[in-house]
């Protein structure tokens, strides 16, 4: 379970880096936000950072339901992992809807990943 755990952490890491890149202007947003820009606009450079504190809260949760760094405890863990995987699946779906055909190649495969180990996770710890 903990490595699956680490697998998570590491796409979560993954996504921030990138967020953090089309905040810093990279050519990139084709892959995110339904793809309609390159370079993000403010108002969406804004929302990169806000996903990133958000890519953060889930890391905190996968961690400490895999007990890697138990510092979210229960009932909130759970009800937490649940909602977040949730969460995930629907933001997977989203993705596969883009109107971005590479935000659907890239995105959603590694949203569904990403839901199917807090899933994991939340199920067998």
Known sequence: ?????????????????????????APWGRFAWGGQHDVLPAKLRAGS??????????????????????????????????????????SSLLNLMSRSKSERALMTPVSLVLAGVFLAVTVTA
């Open 1 to 25: 379970m903990q490595a699956l755990a680490l697998v998570g952490l590491i796409i979560l890491a993954a996504f921030a880096l990138f967020q953090i890149a089309l905040i810093a202007g």
């Open 49 to 90: 950072a806000v996903a990133i504190a958000i890519y953060a809260v889930f890391a905190l949760f996968l961690a400490s339901k895999a007990e890697l760094w138990p510092v979210i405890g229960e009932p909130l863990l759970t009800i937490g992992m649940w909602v977040i995987s949730i969460y995930l699946f629907l």
